[in-house]
T-cell receptor, first 115, second 118 residues
Framework: ETGVTQTPRHLVMGMTNKKSLKCEQH?????MYWYKQSAKKPLELMFV???????ENNSVPSRFSPECPNSSHLFLHLHTLQPEDSALYLC??????????????FGPGTRLTVT | AQSVAQPEDQVNVAEGNPLTVKCTYS??????LFWYVQYPNRGLQFLLK??????LVKGSYGFEAEFNKSQTSFHLKKPSALVSDSALYFC????????????????FGTGTLLAVQP
């Protein structure tokens, strides 16, 4: 295991539901990331948190709302999603984001299906 | 624009044969390059990275990669493939643009599916 856990592993939700994805890292890292992985497309970086502060939002729709209460936990709150939001959502963490050459460690992902 | 390309969607190799998964990059300045592997229903696992120094980098599970500056390539290699190496492989380059204090963004390729036949 990589030291990054994600729950739930699978989630099916209707378009009117509200749900949250959770990520926890046990590596002492200072940066955390949310990615979206869809079939036949490159990994899409959604959000970056550095020292618990959001430092990047890659033009993600407001129906996705991240939260980073501390350096070990990251959430992705979901509401009124669309079927095209169905994908694998990956969380990652890395060491000091102002450093260079630090690899990211990924969780196993949450497979989200929007019906 | 900074980018990384994996020209092959799929690579097929027989078990025991050497394998190569190709990656080329486009980035200003010195590149920081990474390889990741993704097994079915799993997240990405870090394999190896090139930051500086020796052009041949050794990583996990017997994999290695060769940095070639003149060809702007960072191909992943293994001398003898195993069936268990079958997975999706991603090349990535560090995004050198700055966003606040976070410079450790990665730009990923589209992935190459490696299929090793017994």
């Amino acid at each position: 295991e990589t030291g990054v856990t994600q729950t739930p592993r699978h989630l099916v939700m209707g378009m009117t539901n509200k749900k949250s994805l959770k990520c926890e890292q046990h590596l002492g890292h200072n940066a955390m990331y949310w990615y979206k992985q869809s079939a036949k497309k490159p990994l899409e970086l959604m959000f970056v948190y550095s020292l618990e502060e959001r430092v990047e939002n890659n033009s993600v729709p407001s129906r996705f709302s991240p939260e980073c209460p501390n350096s070990s936990h990251l959430f992705l709150h979901l509401h009124t999603l669309q079927p095209e939001d169905s994908a694998l959502y990956l969380c990652a963490s890395s060491q000091d984001p102002t450093g260079t050459g630090y690899e990211q460690y990924f969780g196993p992902g949450t497979r989200l299906t929007v019906t | 624009a900074q980018s990384v390309a994996q020209p092959e969607d799929q690579v097929n190799v027989a078990e025991g044969n050497p394998l190569t998964v190709k990656c080329t990059y486009s980035v200003s300045g010195n590149p920081y390059l990474f390889w990741y592997v993704q097994y079915p229903n799993r997240g990405l696992q870090f394999l190896l990275k090139y930051i500086t120094g020796d052009n041949l980098v050794k990583g996990s599970y017997g994999f290695e990669a060769e940095f070639n500056k003149s060809q702007t390539s960072f191909h992943l290699k293994k001398p003898s493939a195993l069936v268990s190496d079958s997975a999706l492989y991603f090349c990535a380059v560090r995004d050198r643009r700055r966003y606040g204090g976070a410079t450790n963004k990665l730009i990923f390729g589209t992935g190459t599916l490696l299929a090793v036949q017994p």
